[in-house]
């Protein structure tokens, strides 16, 4: 959501470098996490611990206090079932001096060995805690499946789980295609690959036992436009809208955003069949798909008192002109682009002068006054 990726780069997220670090699951533990919102919030308090102590190690700060923000996103390229997390966490931590104000240490650049070492804590943590619920069973060197039922006991997974499970495989859970994968279009030509196109296997993404953690993006402090486009990223909805068309037929093609390797570019559902897609996922009631955690945890002591917030590089609005206050932000800077291109629609012959600050009540009412 645009709001949400405004607030963040604006107000809460301070002028340091940050680090996305994605992290994907074992395919059952992704079922699992969907429908049990306890599990999902130990889960992401293992990773983030995890984390935490890397950060704290790599910024040679043992004391040091992280700050992340985490996504929970349930879709994947093709908008089908698929959690995982995309984790914004500041690159580094800060540790509060005598004087009782917070320094930055940066951490550095995770190298693969790194990775592999933050992604073998994850797994291990995670996976003793499911051995401790029963979830797992561990014999010997192999991890199995356990007790399961206390996962799946609402009265919605005869519903829920299936259109999941279906939707994690390509398939279809309802209906006469019942267990068939879903129908793709390819492109009339298959393309041959261009000898430009170059792919080199990232050392910051590593597999470890069915987890695995990318963490080779890194925002620098002053990229603060690139930081909330990847904010609207990973806020962005699971289908987008200009990808959606209507067949002569009724069916529904839904676009890709990238075609697939094997020449796909398409999905084609019945309407039954997309609602199916739909609800595998929508969460359940007072599940959190973005939670906060460290100094951006809104029970820290310092998540209004960081240094470096760019809140803080701004003047109050009741010292500063109308012509000021829409350089403040971002937000003010798109409402008021928002405004002027509004009046040009409603009102051609009104000069855009007339909205000099998208909240002044004179500009207003000089505006609605102005004939």
């Given at each position: 959501m645009p709001e949400a990726a405004i607030y963040l780069t604006d107000v809460l997220v301070p002028l340091v470098r940050v680090r996305q670090f994605v992290v994907t699951f074992p395919p059952p533990l992704r079922l699992w996490l969907a429908g049990f919102n306890e599990l999902a919030g130990v889960v992401c308090g293992k990773i983030m611990d995890a984390l935490s102590a890397h950060l704290r190690r790599e910024s040679d700060n043992p004391k040091g206090m992280a700050g992340a923000v985490v996504f929970m996103q349930r879709f994947g390229s093709g908008s089908n079932f698929n959690v995982h997390l995309h984790i914004i966490a500041l690159d580094g931590t800060y540790s509060e001096k005598s004087t009782g104000r917070l320094k930055f240490y940066n951490a550095k650049a995770p190298t693969g060995e790194i990775t592999e070492r933050l992604a073998s804590a994850i797994a291990k943590r995670i996976n003793k805690h499911l051995v401790k619920k029963g979830h797992l069973e561990q014999s010997e060197d192999l991890m199995l499946v356990g007790t399961t039922e206390d996962l799946f006991s609402s009265a919605n997974d005869n519903l829920h789980l299936p259109a999941q499970a279906a939707s994690a495989s390509h398939r279809i859970a309802f209906g006469q295609n019942a267990g068939t994968p879903v129908r793709r279009l390819r492109s009339s030509h298959a393309l041959w690959p261009s000898e430009d196109d170059v792919e080199v296997s990232s050392t910051a993404c590593i597999s470890v036992g069915g987890y695995s953690v990318h963490a080779a993006t890194a925002v620098?402090?002053?990229?603060?436009?690139?930081?909330?486009?990847?904010?609207?990223?990973?806020?962005?909805?699971?289908?987008?809208?200009?990808?959606?068309?209507?067949?002569?037929?009724?069916?529904?093609?839904?676009?890709?955003?990238?075609?697939?390797?094997?020449?796909?570019?398409?999905?084609?559902?019945?309407?039954?069949?997309?609602?199916?897609?739909?609800?595998?996922?929508?969460?359940?009631?007072?599940?959190?798909?973005?939670?906060?955690?460290?100094?951006?945890?809104?029970?820290?002591?310092?998540?209004?008192?960081?240094?470096?917030?760019?809140?803080?590089?701004?003047?109050?609005?009741?010292?500063?002109?109308?012509?000021?206050?829409?350089?403040?932000?971002?937000?003010?800077?798109?409402?008021?682009?928002?405004?002027?291109?509004?009046?040009?629609?409603?009102?051609?012959?009104?000069?855009?002068?007339?909205?000099?600050?998208?909240?002044?009540?004179?500009?207003?009412?000089?505006?609605?006054?102005?004939?």
């Open positions: 620098k402090s002053d990229e603060r436009d690139r930081l909330e486009k990847l904010f609207r990223y990973l806020a962005r909805p699971a289908i987008a809208e200009d990808g959606i068309s209507i067949l002569p037929n009724g069916d529904i093609k839904l676009k890709l955003k990238t075609p697939w390797r094997d020449g796909s570019e398409f999905l084609l559902f019945t309407p039954t069949e997309f609602l199916e897609k739909l609800v595998a996922l929508v969460p359940l009631p007072k599940f959190h798909l973005t939670r906060y955690y460290g100094v951006f945890s809104p029970a820290s002591p310092h998540r209004k008192n960081l240094p470096d917030r760019p809140s803080q590089n701004v003047k109050n609005t009741s010292e500063t002109t109308d012509a000021e206050a829409p350089h403040k932000s971002r937000s003010f800077r798109q409402f008021r682009t928002f405004s002027k291109a509004a009046v040009k629609l409603i009102a051609p012959g009104i000069e855009s002068t007339a909205l000099t600050h998208p909240f002044s009540r004179r500009s207003v009412f000089n505006f609605f006054n102005s004939e």
